[in-house]
């Protein structure tokens, strides 16, 4: 079936440096790419969404980045802080499949110091 | 956002025991889902909870097995029903956002060890 996956099982950052999370998507029909955060211990967290229509998308520190042509997803994290650390999972959803999400593999951010 | 608590937040049980994990929600909703994630992985849905109507399940999960039910806008149960190692994993339960139904909020799980 359709599926979601991620490039790198864990991304080693220095504190303070820009983090690039990086999924490919199969699911050329989804209308919605939506990036999470799991802490240890904790349920998943809504980061930043971005409607297929869209290639750009900007929050606070997060910037998510849609390339339709090679179905590839990434989340940017600027100025990385120790509270980054968690697992990321990207996420997507199509139109008609009652808000049903098809989850990543998930990818573990670890700030150094 | 939605606030949502689960109980128990973990539990250890012996195989061949059923377990029912509660999720509770401080308002309204639509749409609940539950979720499976199994140690160190990704999520998985198993089920879709109706208001109302029989859940609607994931290809890979059954009634038998993860029974479910919502018997109203804030609340929901999922039973572990003759439980096996396997399912030891983090069950959670979610809720998706008035207007943004792909904007899901999750509760924080229920860790589940099957001895």
């Known amino acids: 079936g359709e599926s979601v996956g991620l490039h790198l099982p864990t991304l080693s950052v220095q504190e303070g440096d820009n983090s690039i999370i990086n999924c490919a998507y199969s699911?050329?029909?989804?209308?919605?790419f939506i990036w999470y955060k799991q802490e240890s211990g904790k349920g998943p967290q809504f980061i930043i969404d971005?409607?297929?229509?869209?290639d750009k998308r900007q929050g606070q520190r997060v910037t998510v980045l849609l390339n339709k042509t090679v179905k590839h997803l990434s989340l940017q994290i600027a100025a990385t802080q120790p509270g980054d650390s968690a697992v990321y999972f990207c996420?997507?959803?199509?139109?008609?499949?009652?808000?049903?999400?098809?989850f990543g593999t998930g990818t573990r951010l670890q700030v150094t110091l | 956002s939605a606030v949502i608590s689960q109980k128990p937040s973990r539990d250890i049980c012996q195989r061949g025991t059923s377990l029912t994990i509660q999720c509770q929600v401080d308002?309204?909703?639509?749409?609940m889902f539950w979720y499976r994630q199994q140690p160190g992985q990704s999520l998985t849905l198993i089920a879709t909870?109706?208001?109302?109507?029989?859940?609607?399940?994931e290809s890979g999960f059954v009634i038998d097995k993860f029974p479910i039910s919502r018997p109203n806008l804030t609340f929901s149960t999922l039973t572990v029903s003759n439980m096996s190692p396997e399912d030891s994993s983090i069950y959670l339960c979610?809720?998706?956002?008035?207007?943004?139904?792909?904007?899901?909020?999750f509760g924080p799980g229920t860790r589940l060890t099957v001895t």
């Open positions: 699911n050329s029909a989804s209308d919605y």
């Open positions: 979610s809720v998706s956002g008035e207007g943004r139904p792909h904007e899901q909020y």
């Open positions: 996420a997507e959803t199509t139109t008609g499949t009652a808000s049903k999400l098809t």
């Open positions: 909870a109706n208001q109302g109507s029989e859940a609607t399940y």
């Open positions: 971005i409607r297929s229509n869209m």
């Open positions: 308002s309204q909703v639509t749409m």
